[in-house]
Structure formats: structure tokens, C-alpha cells
């Protein structure tokens, strides 16, 4: 079955630039929605945005200025840029697979299993 | 800012029957919010239970069920298990945003 996998660095500097991957196996990266969710320590969940295999996006707007996705059809493999990182975005780091079908289904069904990213100097 | 709101907490006892509800600060929740339910317990990653609604997934257990109540999306544990206390997070999708709830920590007790 398809599983995913983030992978990236643990530990980033304030004011640099959180980067992180998440490889799908098991399956293809197409026709899908591709999403990053983060969880601070001790909080509940926040979207920060999906990218579509075809490369379109739409980030949450509270973090958009510093949000960059992009997709790699040919790894199997879509990636998570976020900018000028404080001690607020020590989160973990999900990726999670998503179906949508307009007007009809739309859901998250595969996650991965975290990555924890943690700002400091 | 669109705000997604739950029941902080919960306490059901073995075998009874429990509803948590998942409110939108933009109004009545309808299916066009394709609201899912996520089950996520200590150091997992969440677990999708329901979809668009009522929805289950192919490994949801019977006694998990989803709903619209009162201009809220609802998740209804029948029979609920020891197992199932955990934390559980609701989403809506506003047009291309999605939203998640605060989370409502379900104790079995």
C-alpha cells in the first residue's frame, strides 16, 4: 500500500529556512493532492498548504509569505520550503496524501508518520 | 480567520456512546465542507476515521459513524472501546483552504 515518508533536517537556525521531503512509495504521486500538516508540542493540527502533482497550490494564508511547495513527479517526491523560521514553527512535520474529487469526495487518507523539526540556535 | 471549533474534552465509560461535534465560525456546516474526522493518539500520526461526512474508510471500525447535527459535522462512537480514547481532530475544506479543529480529547473512563 502507498506509504509516505518525510525526511530533512531536525534541528534549523531562526531567520533560515525550514526544508523538508516526503517520499511516496507503493504508489504514484499522480492524480493527487499532496499536503503538509504541522503539529506544534502539545497543540492539534495545522494545514499549511497542498501542492497538486500537476504543481498547482494553495497555501494557508496565515503562513503564505513564507510558504514554498514543489513537486518532483520523477522521484515521487514533493517537498516543503518555509522561510524566516522562529521557535514557532518547532513542530512536527506530517505529509498526508489527499483524493478530491470536486463536488463529490474529498479527504485525506495516507499520512506519514512525522518528522520533527525543531528552531533553535 | 476561519475558525474550526470541537469540544476540548470528553469522558465516556466502556461501552456507552459519546457525539463530538466540529463548528464553523462562517456558519451552518453542510456536506459541501466534506468534514473528515481524524483519530490521533500519543506520539502517532492521525488516522483518518471519516470522510466527506458520513463516509468510513476501509479500516474505520463499525462503531465509529459521521453525521451533520444541529449545523455542526458530528462523530458518533457506539460502543465505545478502551482503546478508543485519544484525541480527535475534525477538517473542513473551504472552497481550495482546509481547516482543522481545535481537537477534542476523548477519555474513556
Known amino acids: 500500500q502507498v506509504q509516505l515518508q518525510e525526511s530533512g533536517p531536525g534541528l534549523v537556525k531562526p531567520s533560515e529556512t525550514l526544508s523538508l521531503t516526503c517520499t511516496v512509495s507503493g504508489g504514484s504521486i499522480s492524480s493527487y493532492y499532496w499536503s503538509w500538516i504541522r503539529q506544534p508540542p502539545g497543540k492539534g493540527l495545522e494545514w499549511i498548504g497542498y501542492?497538486?502533482?500537476?504543481?498547482?497550490?494553495n497555501y494557508n494564508p496565515s503562513l503564505k509569505s513564507r510558504v514554498t511547495m514543489s513537486v518532483d513527479t520523477s522521484k515521487n517526491q514533493f517537498s516543503l520550503k518555509l522561510s524566516s523560521v522562529t521557535a514557532a514553527d518547532t513542530a512536527v512535520y506530517y505529509c498526508?496524501?489527499?483524493?478530491?474529487?470536486?463536488?463529490?469526495?474529498?479527504?485525506?487518507?495516507?499520512w506519514g508518520k512525522g518528522t520533527t523539526v525543531t528552531v533553535s540556535s | 480567520q476561519t475558525v474550526v471549533t470541537q469540544e476540548p474534552s470528553l469522558t465516556v465509560s466502556p461501552g456507552g456512546t459519546v457525539t463530538l461535534t466540529c463548528a464553523s465560525s462562517t456558519g451552518e456546516v453542510t456536506s459541501g465542507y466534506y468534514p473528515n474526522w481524524f483519530q490521533q493518539k500519543p506520539g502517532q500520526a492521525p488516522r483518518a476515521l471519516i470522510y466527506?461526512?458520513?463516509n468510513k474508510h476501509s479500516w474505520t471500525p463499525a462503531r465509529f459513524s459521521g453525521s451533520l447535527l444541529g449545523g455542526k459535522a458530528a462523530l458518533t462512537l457506539s460502543g465505545v472501546q478502551p482503546e478508543d480514547e485519544a484525541e480527535y481532530y475534525c477538517?473542513?475544506?473551504?472552497?481550495?483552504?482546509?481547516?482543522f479543529g481545535g481537537g477534542t480529547k476523548l477519555t474513556v473512563l
Open positions: 466527506s461526512t458520513s
Open positions: 477538517l473542513l475544506y473551504y472552497g481550495g483552504a482546509r481547516v
Open positions: 501542492i497538486y502533482y500537476s504543481g498547482s497550490t
Open positions: 498526508a496524501r489527499e483524493v478530491g474529487v470536486p463536488f463529490y469526495n474529498y479527504y485525506m487518507d495516507v
